[in-house]
């Protein structure tokens, strides 16, 4: 789940721990907007890259 304050596009990339790119979506959020990403991944790392407006963060996703 990535929340966010912030208004205007939303761009994520999901990466893999060997850096293979995974799945990537972009989409305008409000300012109460929660993006809930739902993907059938097997256990492992990974990393999720964000990008609001000129936010970035980036994100470990662990599955177990």
């Known amino acids: 789940i990535l929340n966010s304050e912030y208004r ?3 761009t994520y990339k ?3 721990i060997k850096g293979k790119l995974i799945t990537t ?3 305008a959020v409000d300012g ?3 993006e809930i990403i739902k993907l059938n991944l097997p256990q492992g ?3 999720l890259k964000a990008k609001i ?3 970035h963060t980036v994100k470990k996703v662990i599955i177990r």
Request: no cysteine; proline share 0%; aromatic share 16%.
């Open 8 to 10: 205007g596009d939303l």
């Open 14 to 16: 999901l990466y893999d």
């Open 25 to 27: 979506n972009t989409s």
């Open 32 to 34: 109460k907007h929660k």
């Open 45 to 47: 790392i990974y990393y």
């Open 53 to 55: 407006n000129d936010k």
